[in-house]
């Protein structure tokens, strides 16, 4: 069994601004988001490392296929001996992508850009082929699970899991509003402004909205089920947005001596695809128990936001005080760009544990459409 010691350290961590969707990043492909955020994090390496890039991982979930990984690396200017690498778990892609980065400098030495990419805003249209003549059916998405499994949509599943655990709206809509008022400070405070990397001229997040208050978001109407109690209001957005990290090899850090984020564990776990949003839970459980550490030994944690009553759910599971998750604010505020969002979950932790110094260890989970969950446990090292 390999010691903390050998593990992969993530040595930067960078994302750029997130947009809604046909806003601001709204001209944007899938590549066009990547790309920069790439060749800033290449920018960043020595010219031994640089030499020693084996791979560039992207998580993606809407885009037009095509391997968006490796072209974006290209866009990058990546010299073309890089491959590239594009996953698909969905909601977890961003994550799953730093997993496998993690796993691939387990077996070899060197250095892997991974992360996730998504630009709901031009994301391709998709039918279904027509069938005895008639015309195309056009869908959203594709299915998460077999439909005699059951495979709701995921507002409806966020709705029925707020019910299983007894979820008030009022609980919902009060840490939505602590989500954008944490998230606007920290914007105010130019908190973003080290990890963003700039698109075009968008260098700022669209989302967080100062003065959002309980009470506002309480006159919002049900926004899935008519007795349900998930709104528009205390769910995340529809986002485009890029983010990645800098993964190296234990030994390559040990030779650059610079700070960044020991990978101490990493799990991902299945759950009842009629309640993806609980995916956190065993996910969460799983990477603690192999770091040998608990809830109580973590100094940030960050869940993705998807719904505030699925992440106050599985807080109740998990015994957790909802005060301590997203600390600068989550995915409620800042949004969901769903390949995406699982790697802006890394960038938030490097921001918080090595540029600002704020604790030791980390943790980051996000649930996936279909019953799963992916986390990860990093500890800050110097």
């Not at 730093?98 to 060197?110: K, N, Q, S, T």
């Not at 967080?208 to 209001?233: H, K, M, N, Q």
């Not at 993806?276 to 128990?289: E, H, K, S, W, Y």
Request: charged share 20%; net charge negative.
């Amino acid at each position: 069994m390999s010691s903390v010691d050998d593990a992969p350290v993530l040595i930067s961590a960078r994302r750029t601004p997130i947009g809604t969707a046909g806003r601001s990043l709204a001209g944007f492909t899938a590549a066009d988001l990547a790309a920069p955020v790439i060749a800033a994090l290449a920018d960043e390496l020595e010219p031994a490392e640089r030499a020693d890039l084996r791979e560039v991982v992207l998580g993606n979930c809407m885009g037009p296929g095509g391997d968006v990984a490796r072209v974006a690396a290209l866009q990058a200017a990546l010299p073309v001996g890089v491959p590239g690498l594009t996953v698909d778990r969905q909601c977890g892609s961003g994550l799953a992508a730093v997993v496998l980065a993690v796993a691939i400098l387990r077996a070899e030495p060197g250095v892997v850009l991974a992360g996730g990419v998504e630009s709901a805003s031009t994301a391709p249209w998709r039918s279904w082929p027509p069938v005895d003549g008639g015309e195309p059916t056009r869908y959203e998405r594709a299915p998460f699970a077999p439909a005699g499994l059951g495979d709701p949509d995921m507002g409806v599943a966020a709705d029925l899991l707020a019910r299983d655990f007894a979820v008030p709206r009022s609980a919902q809509d009060e840490y939505a509003a602590r989500s954008h008022a944490r998230a606007f400070a920290t914007q105010r405070a130019g908190g973003f402004d080290a990890e963003i990397v700039p698109v075009g001229d968008v260098q700022t997040d669209d989302r967080p909205r100062e003065g959002l208050s309980v009470e506002r978001l309480a006159r919002l109407r049900p926004a899935f089920l008519p007795d349900g109690t998930v709104t528009a209001g205390n769910s995340c957005g529809i986002n485009d947005g890029a983010a990645l990290v800098t993964a190296v090899d234990a030994g390559t850090h040990r030779r650059l001596g610079v700070p960044g984020l020991r990978v101490l564990a990493t799990a991902t776990a299945g759950v009842d695809p009629n309640r993806p949003g609980i995916g956190v839970v065993p996910a969460t459980r799983l990477a603690l128990d192999r770091a040998g550490l608990t809830l109580d030994d973590i100094d940030v944690i960050e869940f993705n936001e998807a719904f505030a009553g699925q992440v106050l759910a599985c807080c109740a599971a998990l015994d957790l005080d909802p005060e301590r998750v997203c600390p600068e604010g989550g995915a409620l505020a800042l949004g969901h760009p769903w390949g995406a969002s699982g790697a802006v979950l890394a960038v938030r932790l490097f921001s918080q544990l090595v540029r600002r110094d704020q604790g030791q260890y980390g943790l980051a989970a996000i649930a996936v459409g279909g019953g799963q969950g992916v986390a990860m446990v990093v500890q800050s090292c110097r």
